[in-house]
């Protein structure tokens, strides 16, 4: 019991001449340096995350029809990269592979708080190819485009889905400065195998996003209600007739 006392004494005394160092009031200088270090690094992550987000439009009117549903496509472009033609960031296209095609302008890797942007002059244009379901003139096609850009050099966007000009939904301030948000529709009276969405606007772009929608026509619709009726007539008449 002894030589053990004493082996704890020894362990004692080694562990304290490793620590001695170690004063309280030293401790809590090194914590409180660690504590601000920590404070800094959180508020710089924050303040970073923060400064991003407010400017990316990141998708946030999607369209009314649910993505992923049979004859839909979805397809967007953030321009990370000075890439051209460039393939899309975030796709979800089963008919081929989408592309943008910048015809002049010039990219930036960072334009007024914004990542990866482009800025058009008036000649300028952003031809986005949207390979899509097999051509069928009894069908319509839904195009929603959402287009993320920046007024200061003086235009806005105008959004042609092959050569007809889409209508403006509405637009809203996107994050901080001028950037905005512009969400517009088209609807196609045929259904291409393609579209070509051509973006046009003396102005920065961003991000741009476009879904679409394979869809019935009315008549088309009208005909499957016709003909489901008469399906529905005929097995009731059947059934009389066995009765």
Not at 208 to 216: G, L, M, R
């Amino acid at each position: 019991m002894l030589i053990v006392g004493l082996e704890k004494i020894s362990f004692l005394r080694a562990l304290r001449e490793e620590v001695k160092w170690f004063s309280l009031p030293q401790l809590g200088e090194q914590f409180m340096k660690m504590k601000s270090c920590i404070l800094v690094c959180m508020t710089v992550a924050v303040v970073f995350g923060c400064s991003v987000a407010s400017v990316r439009a990141d998708d946030l009117y999607q369209p009314p029809w649910e993505r992923g549903d049979t004859n839909t496509t979805y397809q967007s472009w953030t321009f990370g990269t000075i890439d051209n033609p460039a393939a899309p960031d975030t796709v979800f296209n089963l008919y081929g592979a989408p592309t943008a095609t910048i015809n002049g302008g010039t990219w930036a890797s960072f334009y007024d708080n914004h990542v990866g942007v482009w800025t058009l002059g008036s000649t300028n244009s952003i031809d986005l190819y949207i390979p899509n379901t097999p051509a069928d003139p009894t069908r319509t096609k839904d195009v929603w485009t959402q287009i993320t850009w920046q007024s200061s050099l003086g235009g806005s966007p105008v959004v042609t889905v092959n050569g007809i000009v889409s209508t403006l939904e509405f637009s809203v301030l996107a994050g901080n400065g001028s950037w905005m948000q512009s969400v517009f529709m088209a609807t196609l009276p045929f259904n291409p195998a393609a579209e070509d969405v051509v973006v046009t606007g003396t102005m920065a772009v961003g991000e741009v996003v476009i879904d679409t929608q394979c869809i019935p026509e009315p008549s088309s619709l009208a005909l499957l209600a016709m003909g489901a009726i008469s399906l529905l007539s005929y097995a009731s008449r059947k059934r009389r007739l066995a009765a």
